[in-house]
């Protein structure tokens, strides 16, 4: 058990600094400071869902991709047209589901952690480490598209203002659930459960 407490206070230690240096999402420090409180959880790392355009040599070579546009929000077609048009390789429009991963006490607590967050709608979650019981955490939603190839619009500005419609409905849809999944773990908050 000391061995959870030390490592529990590293591990909060890095995520207020983090939150000092504003690396943490905004939008999702309510819930992850939620899940801190809990004496058997610690977060490690995680997005609160984001809609991106990037530019990739190939599909999956994230070493050589580039972000030309990235927003933990719902986006406006602008931003998207402005962020495609700087594009020069294959040009991908991606809603990215959030993400949260959490150390768990023990075995017992992971699997508690899994079930509140299934019953919140996070259906892709599961145990991903046994090291320290790491629960991975996150929504089916995601939607990927090439947009433009060698900088130019191959789905066409009606075409993308969809995509970009989509991905928005997307994002906005995982952050109910994480808003599901928070009003889920306040209920159970000083609960003998957890």
């Known amino acids: ?24 999402d905004d939008d999702i420090i309510p819930l992850l400071d939620l899940i801190n409180s809990f004496e058997c959880f610690v977060t ?16 999956g070579n994230k070493v050589e991709s580039r972000f030309l546009g990235k927003w933990h929000r719902c986006v406006g077609f602008g931003e998207v047209l402005e962020a495609v048009k700087s594009g020069r390789k294959t040009t991908w429009l ?3 589901p959030p993400i949260i991963h959490v150390a768990c006490r023990d075995l017992s607590s992971a ?4 079930k509140i967050a299934n019953d919140s709608g996070l259906r892709r979650c599961g145990l991903i480490s046994l090291k320290h019981n790491v629960v991975e955490i996150n929504t089916l939603e995601r939607l990927e598209a090439p ?3 060698n900088g130019k619009i191959v789905v066409g500005e009606d075409g993308l203002k969809i995509i970009v419609e989509f991905a928005n409905r997307k994002l906005e849809r995982s952050k109910e ?7 889920s773990l306040l209920e159970l908050q000083g609960s003998p459960e957890l």
């Open 177 to 183: 659930k994480l808003r599901k999944f928070y009003s």
């Open 44 to 59: 490690l790392s995680s997005c609160s869902g984001r809609i991106a355009v990037m530019d990739m040599p190939e599909f």
């Open 147 to 149: 947009v433009a190839l």
């Open 1 to 24: 058990m000391v061995e959870w407490e030390e490592f529990r206070r590293l591990k909060l230690e890095g995520y207020t600094k983090a939150k000092e240096r504003g690396e943490v």
């Open 94 to 96: 991606i809603m990215f």
């Open 111 to 114: 699997e508690k952690l899994m």
